[in-house]
């Protein structure tokens, strides 16, 4: 049980769908973070919300429109994506200064067709 | 210019024998943090083991443990004795500067090294 969660783990979608991923964490921890990761690719930060404020846009194309309404829950919501959108999107929480990113959820596995 | 290499895409290692992960960093803070994550095929990034730029003893967590070396900017995870179960992806990043915003840490991962263990 990492204590982050995230549903769907698996979604496929068309190029003209609107789909959202949840991600929840009952840590307590007050920042919350998106990671996309493509094939043969680096883990690259999307977006990271501290108590609910967005303080990091990763240059993120606007088709992906992220929501934190509470410190607990983080959506990632999806329009108009495209096939190289398709890769593991996994959420993130932290919460003690320098200790980094130790709470991963599973992923979603997402596939743009 | 990469800010973490890891240069060994897959390794095979014996079952029981020690192995030894690649790392590299490039940074001009002098506070960073370095961490290496597991990645089964099931997709879950695990958190295995972190060391600060500050810590002088080097990292140890069961059998993992990092051989920190600041001035090579190396940051070589080992695993002592491995099991079938050590078969994964695994990650090295870091965090750069200190952290004044609370709870907000961004890392920069590398490619990954595939580690098959063999019976």
């Known amino acids: 049980e990492t204590g982050v969660t995230q549903t769907p783990r698996h979604l496929v979608m068309g190029m003209t769908n609107k789909k959202s991923l949840k991600c929840e964490q009952h840590?307590?921890?007050?920042?919350m973070y998106w990671y996309k990761q493509s094939a043969k690719k680096p883990l690259e930060l999307m977006f990271v919300?501290?108590?609910?404020?967005?303080?990091e846009n990763n240059s993120v194309p606007s088709r992906f429109s992220p929501e934190c309404p509470n410190s607990s829950h983080l959506f990632l919501h999806l329009h108009t994506l495209q096939p190289e959108d398709s890769a593991l999107y996994l959420c993130?929480?932290?919460?003690?200064?320098?200790?980094?990113?130790?709470?991963f959820g599973p992923g979603t596995r997402l596939t743009v067709t | 210019a990469q800010k973490i290499t890891q240069t060994q895409p897959g390794m095979f290692v014996q079952e029981k024998e020690a192995v030894t992960l690649d790392c590299t960093y490039d940074t001009s803070d002098q506070s960073y943090g370095l961490f290496w994550y597991k990645q089964p095929s099931s997709g879950e990034m695990i958190f295995l083991i972190y060391?600060?730029?500050?810590?002088?003893q080097n990292a140890t967590e069961g059998r993992y443990s990092l051989n920190f070396q600041k001035a090579r900017k190396s940051a070589n995870l080992v695993i002592s004795a491995s099991q079938l179960g050590d078969s994964a992806m695994y990650f090295c990043a870091m965090r750069e500067g200190l952290t004044f915003n609370f709870g907000n840490e961004k890392l920069t991962f590398g490619t990954g090294t595939r580690l098959t263990i063999i019976p």
């Open positions: 840590l307590g921890h007050n920042a």
């Open positions: 919300y501290n108590f609910k404020e967005q303080t």
């Open positions: 993130a929480s932290s919460q003690d200064v320098g200790q980094g990113i130790r709470y």
């Open positions: 060391q600060g730029s500050y810590d002088e």
